[in-house]
């Protein structure tokens, strides 16, 4: 069985969690006639957050029309599994010189293709594994691109600057989605 609140596999008829320690399974309030949960909007409304507001992330109903691999979620899993490698072996095999720098791209990629796989497969590892990624692919674009200021920018080097920048702003959207999207909540479980 899996937690409600974390996601994770833990042994069955847990009542808490073992990783998390909140329980695991979420008690939803029986529904009025006006479509409010009887007792738990007015306190929060009291605590200055509108009625329309009172549900957190995992309490909130989950559309069954967005499970499944699909969309933007279905883009990202077909980019990080087939497109990002191909890519990456396309300008490797152009000549480049076998560094340290390309052992850190090969290692970035192959872990995408790990993270893109989880999410395909709809594991319990998926989210997990894409902070890790996330944070890799940005971490490594970013000080690639301090590291280019601090040395100093020659002509051809305006370009490859952008290139560093624009795949952090990529993570950075990329993260975004996985942190608010309501078919990666229905289709994972939770969000980033």
């Known amino acids: 069985m899996f937690c409600a609140r974390c996601g994770e596999q833990i042994p ?5 969690c073992p990783l998390c320690g909140r329980e695991t399974s979420i008690q939803l309030q029986p529904q009025s006639s006006t479509g409010q ?12 957050i509108p009625a329309e507001q009172s549900w957190s992330a995992l309490e909130r109903p989950i559309n ?12 990202f899993c077909v980019s990080t599994t087939i497109l990002s490698p191909l890519v990456v072996f396309i300008s490797l095999s ?5 560094s340290s720098i390309v052992l850190a791209l090969l290692s970035i990629t192959v872990f995408g293709v790990i993270a893109g796989a989880t999410v395909w497969m709809k594991s319990p590892w998926a989210i997990p ?3 890790v990624y996330f944070l890799m692919l940005g971490g490594f674009a970013l000080l690639r691109a301090v590291l280019q200021l601090a040395t100093g920018l020659e002509d051809g080097d305006v370009s490859i600057l952008f290139i560093h920048l ?3 702003g990529v993570v950075l959207l990329w993260a975004a989605y996985f942190h608010k999207s309501e ?3 229905a289709t994972l479980g939770r969000n980033l």
Do not use: C, D, Y
């Not at 152009?94 to 076998?98: L, R, V």
């Open 129 to 131: 594994l894409l902070r």
């Open 64 to 75: 069954p029309n967005l499970k499944g691999i699909g969309g933007w979620l279905g883009f």
């Open 12 to 16: 069955e008829a847990s009542e808490l």
């Open 94 to 98: 152009a000549g480049t010189q076998f």
């Open 166 to 168: 624009r795949t952090v």
């Open 37 to 48: 949960a009887a007792t738990s909007a007015a306190p929060m409304v009291s605590m200055g």
């Open 183 to 185: 078919r990666v909540r």
